[in-house]
């Protein structure tokens, strides 16, 4: 790593840098700002969903303990009041997956009324799960600099060398915008136009919109294509019936009671089946109609489908705004 380069009368490296890209860094480095910086620790805590006040004595109550070994593996982070929550924090980035650890430490937490395991990954993730008494949050780097990246903490030095070094040695401004899928099965498509919901299996990290692709299968009346672009309010993996337990979720996601209640009979349609499986489900804002529908690219040629689709669409495939635009403006003067 250099520390200055010729022609500069300085280093651009910030302290945080010298610890390198990697996750075991950056989770160092966030744990160090939680444990300096209170009202960084009682935003995130909150943000998370752990109900405690912000107060002189509760902060010297808690503890920060970063690489604790436990039979179940090493954590990356944890953080404790004792008779209160015991938060353990799982860091990822770049294409690094939660796997095996989604369920390896469920056996590790305090008995203590708030329990949560938090997985901070790359993908932009609004996902929660509960497994038995543990809270399972899925959140993404981008909400964790979203949190902190504004005129709060703008005077905090510390906050802005930990933003600083995530979003340059992390390229955490990186974000899959609009998830594009096949849509056929009549429930679906009934459950998606009725009840802005778009539910499928489990699945990890968020783009920004959804749009169906009906297929010809469908028989829709704006024929085979995308006909429509939905922005993704939130996300929720669950059993369909324990969605009335989420009620304070939904609401944060929405802006309206009609919507919450849309969104409530949109999962529990699933609840006439009798499935106990655990769904992904995605709760979308009105949905924004588009004039004449996109279609995928066809042909053999080389590079069919480059930044778009074609043929089969596979799973969690997401183009970008300017892709999707491209192809708007091409409908709209071809």
């Known amino acids: 790593m250099k520390i200055k380069n010729k022609g500069y009368n300085r280093s651009v490296l910030n302290t945080f840098d010298l610890l390198g890209t990697d996750e075991v860094g950056l989770s160092k480095v966030f744990a160090f700002l939680l444990g300096k910086e209170p009202a960084v620790l009682y935003k995130f805590l909150h943000y998370i969903g752990v109900k405690t006040k912000f107060?002189?004595?509760?902060?010297?109550?808690?503890?920060?303990?970063?690489?604790?070994?436990?039979?179940?593996?090493?954590?990356?982070?944890?953080?404790?009041?004792?008779?209160?929550?015991?938060?353990?924090?799982?860091?990822?980035?770049?294409?690094?997956?939660?796997?095996?650890?989604?369920?390896?430490?469920?056996?590790?937490?305090?008995?203590?009324?708030?329990?949560?395991?938090?997985?901070?990954?790359?993908?932009?993730?609004?996902?929660?799960?509960?497994?038995?008494?543990?809270?399972?949050?899925?959140?993404?780097?981008?909400?964790?600099?979203?949190?902190?990246?504004?005129?709060?903490?703008?005077?905090?030095?510390?906050?802005?060398?930990?933003?600083?070094?995530?979003?340059?040695?992390?390229?955490?401004?990186?974000?899959?915008?609009?998830?594009?899928?096949?849509?056929?099965?009549?429930?679906?498509?009934?459950?998606?136009?009725e009840f802005h919901i778009y539910r499928r299996d489990i699945t990890f990290g968020s783009p920004l919109y959804f749009s169906p692709y009906f297929t010809s299968k469908a028989k829709q009346p704006e024929d085979e294509g995308i006909s429509f672009l939905s922005k993704i309010l939130g996300i929720l993996t669950l059993t369909p019936d324990i969605i009335r337990n989420f009620e304070d979720d939904l609401h944060r996601f929405a802006s309206n009671e009609y919507l919450v209640e849309k969104w409530i009979k949109g999962v529990e349609l699933d609840l006439s089946s009798g499935s106990e499986d655990i769904f992904t489900y995605f709760f979308l804002a009105k949905h924004l109609p588009i004039p004449h529908p996109l279609k995928k690219d066809s042909g053999k040629r080389k590079g069919i489908g480059k930044n778009w689709i074609s043929l089969m669409i596979p799973k969690n495939r997401c183009v970008t705004f300017e892709e999707f635009t491209k192809r708007l403006l091409k409908q709209n003067t071809g």
């Not at 979003?167 to 990186?174: A, P």
Request: proline share 1%; charged share 30%.
């Open 55 to 193: 107060t002189n004595a509760n902060y010297r109550a808690v503890t920060i303990e970063i690489e604790r070994v436990r039979n179940e593996g090493r954590t990356d982070i944890e953080i404790k009041q004792t008779g209160k929550f015991h938060v353990i924090i799982e860091c990822k980035v770049r294409k690094s997956k939660v796997q095996a650890q989604r369920f390896q430490y469920l056996q590790s937490f305090d008995k203590v009324p708030q329990k949560i395991l938090c997985f901070i990954t790359q993908e932009r993730d609004f996902n929660k799960q509960i497994a038995k008494d543990v809270q399972i949050r899925n959140i993404g780097w981008l909400d964790v600099i979203n949190l902190f990246d504004n005129k709060s903490f703008f005077n905090r030095p510390l906050v802005n060398e930990f933003l600083s070094f995530a979003i340059k040695g992390f390229k955490m401004r990186e974000q899959k915008e609009i998830l594009i899928q096949d849509l056929s099965d009549s429930l679906e498509i009934r459950r998606y136009r």
